[in-house]
């Protein structure tokens, strides 16, 4: 059974800064992982998927690294801002199209 | 596109009583996704749907959990009778078969006393 893990569990920093999220799995048969935004008492908003067969994924800010055979992945924040807070969710998902999701990261970007 | 919709948005209801909760997917998704986001478990599959028909429901919890897909566009998880430890938020998600991110609703907040 696919386990997927994020690490830290939450994160404070000051605006401007870079920072990384990750994320690990159990299992390497994937189909392709996916980043999730979620905002307190919202739904999940899509940020960037990165297929098996690729390494990385970039939109504006945000960078997405994925290595499958250490079952890995990193979500990378250049400049980060007070609007970037939010709780980021890793998800893998098989070839049936289930996702199997982390417990997220908790991000607060200080003023 | 309005989006994957939800209804109701916010539900309280006392243990035993019967709840149904909507879905009205993205038009021409053929993917419908349940998912159930707790404090303690995280977001976990429920069952999901591939042309309204069930592919996966090992994710539902117990028997008082049923799900429907009477069409391409609405689907109902129904649970009867309710307990208090099915408070949770519940989310729907649909996707088209040729693409592959999902797409969210806002979610369904239930409360069972």
């Known amino acids: 059974k696919q386990e997927v893990t994020q690490i830290p569990a939450a994160l404070s920093v000051p605006e401007g800064e870079n920072l990384v999220l990750n994320c690990s799995f159990t299992?390497?048969?994937?189909?392709?992982l996916q980043w999730f935004r979620q905002d307190p008492g919202k739904g999940l908003t899509s940020l960037l998927l990165?297929?098996?067969?690729?390494r990385e994924q970039t939109s504006g800010r945000l960078n997405a690294s994925l290595d499958k055979s250490s079952g890995r992945s990193t979500l990378y924040i250049a400049a980060s801002q007070p609007g970037d807070s939010a709780t980021y969710l890793c998800a893998v998902c098989g070839s049936a199209r289930q996702l199997t999701f982390g417990s997220g990261t908790q991000l607060t970007v200080l003023p | 596109d309005a989006g994957v919709i939800q209804s109701p948005r916010h539900e309280v209801t006392e243990m035993g009583q019967e709840v149904t909760l909507r879905c009205k997917p993205i038009?021409?998704?053929?993917?419908l996704f349940w998912y159930r986001q707790t404090m303690m478990r995280g977001l976990e599959l429920l069952i999901y749907f591939n042309n309204n028909v069930p592919i996966d429901d090992s994710g539902m919890p117990e028997d008082r959990f049923s799900a429907k897909m009477p069409n391409a566009s609405f689907s109902t998880l129904k649970i009867q009778p309710s307990e208090p430890r099915d408070s949770a938020v519940y989310f729907c998600?649909?996707?088209?078969?040729?693409?592959?991110?999902?797409?969210f609703g806002p979610g369904t907040r239930l409360l069972v006393l």
């Open positions: 998600a649909s996707v088209i078969g040729t693409e592959e991110t999902q797409y």
């Open positions: 038009s021409g998704h053929d993917y």
């Open positions: 990165i297929q098996s067969s690729q």
């Open positions: 299992d390497s048969a994937i189909y392709n």
